[in-house]
């Protein structure tokens, strides 16, 4: 009679060790528990955040119940939080020594290869720091005739006659704008190219190569939804791989557009080398040529390969490939975008003040057409609206997840909110995003607002405290030096840490020129911009849309048709 009994206290037991493990732990005992949760599952499943994140939704989702709740940290899964706080927060977990985790090597990859945005271990990522680190410095940009030939050839030779061509061929069409964001692609993936591989050996999608180049935005952007899956469901994703269904959540095509993307690199790569061969030997090059970053990194990986003893020439080959695969992606791509979302309050009515103040202040450079590096970083305005920009349209305003430290338990939280979380448990992922700390009111007041005075120091502006805007009488008021340094610390468009991004200096540079390139010769106004409206999700590219609605980046439509985003009609200055 005893026997049966047996197996029913197993199942018993089993069942309450599911329910103790699952829900009862989780939700009420775990040093998590005392932590806000952001929905009522949070505790005990994954699947509201996954949701969000599926529909690209989760950025915007996550700042608004941080300021619902009042909240700096929130659960937002059994064993994730998302954290808003500087103090306690951002500084802890980006400063803090917290590993990367496989969020990131899962999709940012390239040829197999982890580059160093990718890497998961704090050593391998300080060496390939230490190695490129000074080539991006400011002071190196600033200084380099590499750099100064480029960009004279890019915004002179290149950006300015391809606005003026589309001028002409718009005049043509009836008169329905430019687009812009097509525009600032090829730019920026001119500029990052150049720097990286020499002008010669790098991309001309402004003038030679626009087709090619839409082709490369096409793959590069329309492969970006898919790296949900990789990302937050890599088990998944590799079980359906071993059964040859992959292609249920991931399309076939998207495989066959990262190839095509790293054969298109290794390209540049292999003339970047024979380059960089001739000038080791003695050849003459010229200025602008020199494959400034790829000598650097090769130079760097070939005495470390020395040092080891380790490796082959065929293993740096796709070393140096992957690395500078993932410079140029993001190089190009977070600019662009950010430079769209400019372009789009610029070129406002509403704005049109701001864009008379650019050009005037464009105009007293020594040389009317100077694009020296110096000069041009040094002008108020045009650093205050790009600024401006980066904080409310942040390329990346998502989520940047990091592991708390294996070996020891976090203390996480605002002390000032009293909001302090202690003993969270080992592997405990964590994450701030760049959308949420841009838009703390008590940092930036009115912060859904495009306001770039917010950005302009009271003792060097001093004419700016007088109302400039005659349409509405608007009164700026330009900033206190302490007011400057709180929001420093809490503008994180570009990372904070020993991970921030390693190009942050060449992308304000470039950034600054090209904006000069067009706001100092064009005045620009908005004749379509329906397709203005922000991915949710990790990067914050503009959606765009067609005859169907908003789809999504990249590309065409079936019928053929040009997807919209941002168009505005240019009138050359005649005065520049």
Known sequence: MSLPLLPT?????????????????????????????AHWSSSISPLWVLYHRLLQQ??????????????????????????????????????????????????????????????EDKEGHSKRKRILSNIYAKSTLQSSKALDEQTEVIIKERLRPRILAEVEKEATNGGGGIEFYDIFCA??????????????????????????GIRLFHDFKARQKYTFWPQECPGFTRFLAKLGLKWLVVPTWVDGANQDIESWLMGM????KQTAQK??????????????????????????????????EGN????????????????????????TWLAWQLSKTSNQHWQDMLRKEISTLKEEDSLDAKAIDALPILHAILMESLRLHAAIPGQQPRITPSHTLTTLGDPEAGAVYANLPPNTRVQSQAYALHRNPNVFPDPDSWLPDRWLNASSSPSLTAPVDTMTDTVYTPRTADQLREMSRYFWAFGSGGRMCVGSNLAMLDMKATIVGVWGKF??????????????????????????????????????????????????????
Request: aromatic share 10%; proline share 4%.
């Open 187 to 212: 730019v920026t993936m001119d500029f990052v190219s150049a720097y990286i591989f020499g002008l010669e050996n790098g991309s001309d999608f402004l003038v030679s190569d626009k087709d090619g």
């Open 9 to 37: 206290a197993a199942a018993c037991a089993l069942f309450l060790t599911i329910v103790y493990k699952f829900i009862l732990h989780p939700a009420f005992i775990s040093p998590l528990s005392k932590v806000p949760s």
């Open 58 to 119: 989760d950025t915007p989702v996550l700042a608004c119940l941080h300021k619902k709740f009042n909240a700096p940290i929130l659960r937002i899964a059994p064993n994730e939080l998302s954290v808003n706080c500087v103090s306690g927060g951002l500084r802890t977990i980006y400063s803090g020594g917290f590993e990367k985790g496989t969020w990131y090597s899962n999709v940012f990859s390239n040829y197999d290869v982890q580059p160093m945005f990718a890497m």
């Open 279 to 312: 000038i080791d030997g003695g050849g003459e090059v010229n200025e602008r040529d020199v494959p400034t970053v790829y000598r650097q990194l090769e130079g760097g990986l070939q005495k470390e390969q020395k040092k080891s003893g380790i490796g082959a």
């Open 316 to 339: 740096l080959k796709i070393e140096i490939a992957s690395e500078l695969l993932d410079h140029t992606l993001a190089g190009f791509d977070t600019s662009s975008i950010t430079l």
């Open 269 to 272: 790569c292999e003339k970047a």
């Open 523 to 576: 005045q620009t106004t908005i004749v379509d911009d329906e397709g203005m409206v922000p991915n949710g999700g990790y990067m914050a590219e503009p959606l765009g849309v067609g005859k169907g609605g908003h789809k999504g980046i990249g590309g065409k439509y079936a019928d053929g048709e040009l997807r919209r985003f941002l168009r505005l009609k240019v009138v050359e200055n005649m005065k520049a």
